[in-house]
């Protein structure tokens, strides 16, 4: 039993039927329930007669309940708003009064909620939406990216034939569905007619329990922000005995540093590890590459992100002296726009080349025709005049081998960068003095950070990125 967004059906393949399709936090599900439980709950949505294109808001966690409303309403053409519990019901509420969504369907509870007020709206579209996820934007209000159709297949057709995948990957996934990492592991299994094994939030805090997981459902496909890996390797000694199947390691959110993957190699030496790159905006990602020993070797101080996928182009604008530049997406991939936003549209989106096109506020570099990313548009900084990027901090203090994860903050007084602060997690014995006169050998006097602070782990916000603003809370209350 497979799934098909061509043909927004399912596809029938008898000797899939029995094969496990979703482990949830709940129960198990072979492609053959799967399927049933889809057509019972359409069935369900069917009797509210909502118009094609209207948005339905779907808020749970892990449950199968939440994919199995994801693909009713693929299935029956109304964009799906996926919306987890780690977020407050402010959020929720808020979601919803944006989309004016008639329909709330709670897989915690196994309730629709039904408006008859907003019944109304709707946004249908040649090149329908499938799922508009909001995402945190600069003002402090969610902004809905809306991802169609032909963006779903342009991504599916570079994940089927890029990534090394098949239907006997076990994908072990680790993000919220209001993450859109989790487009790896939901496009993965249901276009390859292949098995999604889901983790609630006390499974991924609990690691021992993560572990015995993946070992239950023999795992071979491992997608994550690299922080949450690093979380892990740090608190948990990997053996490949126990985790045999584990093979593919697929990474995507944030800079992968090379002392994660080494760590991974050194207990996985016949897995591939696969970086990539993209904004929520350009439907997950746009580059990969798989970090060999030979890559691994050559870019140890700044992993390549990738090489572009073959349907889509990325342009570098604005470049400086460093042949750096702001990393601009151009393809079917990229989003139609954010949800009833024109303003910000007008300052990020635009055609190119007859295709969307997408600015991404990130800045980056190419070598050997491979994307290497710089940093975010808020980690370019200015200190007492001087241009200073926070990413190269990082990656000089990560050479210190006593040092497993380091991140750089500018802390500021008003609209000014007062100082430069570095987080590290490491030995706790070491100098910090030492360690900021390692520093000074490679980075100029004005880049050394006033002060380092080594901790025992960093917090993560709930898409398992670390908390910056949680950082620089802890250091102003030291």
Same mark, same amino acid.
Request: a negative charge; hydrophobic letters at 40%.
């Given at each position: ?260 993957? #080494? ?82 549209? #007008? ?132």
């Amino acid at each position: 039993m497979r799934f098909d967004f061509k043909l927004l059906d399912f596809v029938e393949c008898e000797k899939d039927f029995d094969k496990l399709a979703v482990c949830g936090s709940n129960k198990d599900l072979t492609w053959r329930e799967l399927k049933n439980e889809v057509d019972i709950f359409k069935k369900k949505l069917q009797n509210y007669n909502l118009p094609k294109g209207h948005p339905v808001v779907i808020y749970g966690h892990k449950e199968v309940e939440f994919i199995v409303s994801i693909l009713s309403c693929i299935n029956l053409g109304f964009p799906y708003i996926p919306i987890d519990t780690i977020y407050p019901k402010d959020r929720l509420d808020k979601i919803v009064n944006i989309v004016k969504s008639s329909i709330t369907i709670n897989t915690i509870d196994k309730q629709i909620t039904f408006n008859e007020n907003n019944l109304s709206t709707t946004y249908l579209l040649d090149d329908p939406i499938i799922y508009i996820i909001f995402t945190s934007g600069s003002t402090g209000e969610p902004k809905g990216v809306q991802i169609t159709q032909n963006s779903i297949l342009d991504f599916q057709k570079w994940l089927n034939s890029d990534f090394g995948l098949s239907k006997d990957s076990v994908f072990m996934n680790q993000a919220p569905f209001s993450f859109d990492l989790s487009v790896y592991e939901l496009v993965g299994f249901l276009s390859l007619g292949a098995t999604i094994v889901l983790n609630s939030k006390d499974i991924i805090e609990n690691h021992l329990l993560y572990f015995e997981r993946l070992k239950k459902y023999s795992c071979n496909t491992w997608v994550s922000t690299p922080s949450f890996i690093s979380k892990l390797l740090l608190s948990f000694e990997f053996v490949e005995d126990n985790l045999k199947d584990l093979r593919t390691f697929l990474f995507c959110g944030e800079v992968l540093p090379s002392n994660s993957v #080494k760590r991974i190699k050194n207990s996985f030496p016949s897995s591939i590890v696969l970086n990539s790159y993209g904004p929520t905006e350009a439907t997950v990602a746009t580059t990969l590459i798989e970090i060999t020993s030979d890559i691994l070797e050559k870019y140890s101080k700044n992993l390549p992100v990738g090489y572009v996928k073959e349907s889509s182009k990325i342009n570098l604008l604005d470049i400086d002296e460093q042949n750096i530049g702001e990393i601009e997406i151009v393809g079917d991939n990229v989003s139609i726009g954010y949800f009833k936003n024109e303003e910000l549209n #007008k300052q990020k989106f635009e055609k190119k080349y007859e295709k969307r096109s997408f600015r991404t506020g990130d800045f980056g570099y190419f070598e050997d025709n491979l994307l290497f990313f710089a940093n975010r548009k808020d980690e370019l900084i200015k200190l007492h005049g001087f241009r200073i990027e926070l990413g190269e901090i990082d990656k000089e203090i990560m050479s210190d081998k006593n040092i497993s994860e380091a991140i750089t903050i500018a802390l500021k007084r008003g609209n000014e960068v007062a100082k430069i602060i570095s987080f590290i997690v490491g030995l706790k014995s070491l100098d910090i003095e030492f360690l900021k006169e390692n520093i000074s050998k490679n980075l100029p006097y004005y880049m050394v950070p006033a002060d380092i602070v080594i901790l025992d782990k960093f917090p993560y916000n709930s898409n398992h990125k670390i908390d910056k603003n949680e950082l620089i809370n802890f250091y102003k209350n030291m």
